[in-house]
């Protein structure tokens, strides 16, 4: 059923009924038989009654007159605009226009000159600027207005906390920032800042206890969620900020609401993968002192499973968040395998990396009562958590049944190296697993337990594996070189 419906014509019963003649039909103003009609090309057009008759509209033809030509008519025309006569011709838009509209356009124009200073001023003008009228009168100067606050961009805070304070934080991974691209350093420099302030809070045993250390932690995943809360932010300070020692921790949480205003200034769908991962090692951080408490008691890991969760959630996670974000700024096309198994690459290149720390770490975690080797394969090789610092040589074994599934798993980080098309993309993600394995090599040399010191690489090390591999990556043959240089070493 159409939606509008044509008006009825009117009844016209003979030639002589005057009233139905000179009558208008309602809904049809113009009287006479229905609509007047014009066809394009047409010089004629009949009218009703109501007009006096027939009207010419165009001129006529003499009677044996051939028919006129068709009009030629282009798209983008309309069709009676070739037929018009030139008289009938639209007269310029200026002409039209009277005094008062042509004084607006004049005074328009005046107001965007550079050197105007807005057109002339009526009274609302004055209305709305009454200190300048108020100077005006007493014959002085109006001060100039304030200028508004700047309100602070992405590139503002990356240049402020992604540059200093990430290097201050982070050794490796700083390197490793500076040669992503700029779409992608601002997300995930933010990511790590967050990420190591959720560590800051959760490894400050001397700070605060371990039930105020997880409700800070849970405020922090809330700011994140649903914005900064300022009385959340205080007790942070309170509780934990002000106890820290001087250093690059207690900088990082004294800016922890500038990295929640970063947070909110990047565009979504980044800010949502940015929570999304920060959330999930916030989860991980939450189990582990639901887990281990205050340290009072030295507990370990109930099994394998607990561990490759924690990983995940505090690692693995990590480089998928990684790997959608390459997928999705990356001009070309990031990997040559698809995203999903880059996905689970990505995910297991993450847990080896934590797993280096977890094995560095050992004497300082088990210090501070957590064992993150897990409990029933301590009991099969007859240790508790107690033994791993009384009799350090009797896990010996287990500590390099560990360090071998360090090096599987970093084998897959190896697979996801090599898939990546672009190459300096390769080269960042190459260096924190030449790296690590430098660190399994010090660790195979001598077991983390017995060590007098904590195993690190040192900066001149560092330095000849950044150099070795910036001239190397351009070759996958020599960057395969030096990844199995290095497995072999840490694997011995």
Not at 19 to 32: E, I, K, L, R, V
Not at 41 to 67: H, I, M, S
Not at 75 to 97: K, V
Not at 166 to 186: C, H, M
């Amino acid at each position: 059923m159409p939606v509008f419906q044509q008006a009825p014509k009117p009844q016209m019963d003979s030639p002589q009924d005057d009233t139905s003649s000179q009558a208008t039909p309602a809904g049809n103003p113009g009287g006479g038989e229905g609509r007047r009609r014009r066809r394009g090309g047409r010089g004629r057009e009949r009218g009703g009654e109501a007009g006096g008759g027939q009207r010419e509209l165009g001129p006529t033809l003499p009677e044996g007159a051939p028919p006129p030509a068709p009009v030629d008519w282009k798209p983008g025309e309309r069709r009676n605009e070739a037929a018009r006569p030139r008289s009938d011709a639209r007269p310029p838009r200026r002409e039209e226009r009277g005094r008062d509209d042509r004084k607006r356009e004049e005074r328009g124009r005046d107001s965007r000159r550079p050197d105007a200073g807005g057109g002339r001023r009526g009274p609302r003008d004055a209305a709305r600027d009454p200190a300048r009228e108020t100077a005006k009168k007493a014959g002085t100067t109006a001060p100039a207005p304030a200028p508004a606050p700047a309100k602070a961009r992405k590139e503002d805070f990356l240049v402020e906390l992604g540059g200093e304070l990430l290097e201050n934080v982070s050794r490796s991974f700083y390197l490793t920032i500076k040669l992503l691209p700029e779409t992608l350093r601002g997300p995930i420099s933010l990511a790590y800042l967050l990420a190591r302030s959720l560590d800051t809070i959760a490894d400050a045993v001397k700070a605060a206890p371990a039930e105020l250390r997880l409700e800070h932690l849970r405020a922090f995943a809330d700011a994140m969620k649903y914005g900064a809360d300022t009385e959340a932010v205080g007790r942070l300070g309170r509780d934990i900020t002000a106890k820290l020692p001087a250093g690059a921790e207690k900088t990082l949480l004294e800016n922890a609401p500038r990295l929640l205003a970063w947070l909110g200034s990047i565009a979504m769908p980044d800010r949502w993968e940015v929570q999304r991962v920060i959330l999930r090692i916030a989860h991980g951080q939450a189990l582990d002192l639901v887990r281990f408490g205050d340290g009072r008691e030295r507990k370990a890991l109930a099994n394998v499973g607990e561990l490759n969760d924690y990983t995940y959630f505090v690692a693995g996670s990590v480089g998928e968040f990684w790997t959608r974000l390459c997928e999705r700024h990356l001009a070309t096309k990031f990997a040559r395998l698809p995203e999903a198994e880059m996905l689970k690459l990505g995910k297991r290149y993450g847990q080896g990396l934590q797993l280096i720390n977890i094995l560095r770490d050992l004497p300082e975690d088990l210090a501070a009562g957590r064992c993150y080797l897990p409990q029933d394969e301590l009991a099969v090789a007859g240790l508790t958590p107690d033994d791993l610092t009384k009799s350090p040589a009797k896990a010996r074994k287990l500590v390099e049944k560990w360090r071998g599934e360090t090096i599987a798993r970093l084998d897959d980080g190896w697979k996801y190296v090599r898939a990546i098309r672009e190459w300096k993309m390769r080269y960042a993600c190459a260096l924190p697993i030449l790296i690590g394995l430098d660190t399994l090599a010090l660790l195979a040399r001598e077991s983390p337990l017995e060590a007098k010191a904590k195993h690190k690489v040192t900066r001149s090390v560092a330095a000849g594996t950044l150099l070795k591999a910036k001239f190397g990556v351009i070759s996958q043959v020599w960057l395969d070189s030096m990844y199995a240089r290095r497995r072999k070493k840490a694997g011995r």
